[in-house]
């Protein structure tokens, strides 16, 4: 099965400008993740879909980080007005979620790599 | 809440030998998962092995297996005949129910030919 992708893999841009980040998970899977992983860092959630709902974005910065997923398929991470600190790898991922399916693995895109100067 | 600490930022063996990655957490339940992801340099993160709290029975996966210490709140992952391959950076994961994965900060495996 196709895994995880992302676009775009690599994206620069100056303090104040905005970005738009962009996943489509596995098919099927009901639960959507955005990981932000800062450089020698852990990835840190910064908000989880379950279909097209919201269930934890207790960790997202609401006055320049958006998300959504309309469809319940894929999703789009966007960042309004960027800052030098928003400079890091952003992760989706994906699971079967709440289903007799999940065995609480997550199955991750490659990353899009964040430059913010 | 939990959180998950690995206290190792970096370990090196050399190739064939056996290395021990550690990894502890905190949390107030009885019933979760652990997991073991592997992050190559560019490239995705992939689960290495998984364990559920409620099996005593530490799980193995080929070369890769884990000391479960639950009363202890310790999940040390074990690489025996360690391969080049198996330089990436290696990070413990905590997940409870059908929530997030909380990650530690990782620990980054260099393999010495």
């Known amino acids: 099965e196709a895994g995880v992708a992302q676009s775009p893999r690599y994206k620069i841009i100056e303090k104040r400008q905005s970005v738009a980040f962009w996943c489509n998970p596995i098919?099927?899977?009901?639960?959507l993740y955005w990981y932000q992983q800062i450089l020698g860092q852990g990835p840190k959630l910064l908000i989880q879909f379950q279909n097209n709902g919201v269930v934890d974005d207790s960790q997202l910065p609401k006055d320049r980080f958006s998300a959504e997923r309309l469809k319940g398929v894929d999703s789009t991470l966007k960042i309004q007005p960027a800052k030098l600190e928003d400079s890091a790898v952003y992760l989706c991922?994906?699971?079967?979620?709440?289903?007799?399916?999940?065995?609480?693995?997550?199955?991750f895109g490659e990353g899009s790599r964040l430059t913010v100067l | 809440a939990q959180t998950v600490t690995q206290s190792q930022p970096e370990m090196s063996v050399q190739e064939a030998e056996t290395v021990t990655l550690s990894c502890t957490y905190d949390?107030?339940?009885?019933?979760?998962?652990l997991f073991w992801y592997k992050q190559p340099p560019s490239r995705q993160m992939i689960l290495v092995i998984r364990q559920e709290a409620y099996k005593q029975q530490n799980a193995t996966e080929n070369r890769f297996s884990v000391n479960f210490q639950k009363a202890a709140k310790s999940f040390s992952l074990k690489i025996s005949d360690s391969q080049l391959g198996d330089a990436a950076m290696y990070f413990c994961?905590?997940?409870?129910?059908?929530?997030?994965?909380?990650f530690g900060t990782g620990t980054r495996l260099t393999i010495i030919p």
């Open positions: 991922a994906s699971s079967h979620g709440w289903s007799n399916r999940n065995t609480g693995e997550l199955f």
């Open positions: 949390t107030s339940e009885s019933d979760y998962y």
């Open positions: 994961a905590f997940s409870f129910g059908n929530e997030k994965l909380t």
């Open positions: 098919s099927g899977h009901a639960t």
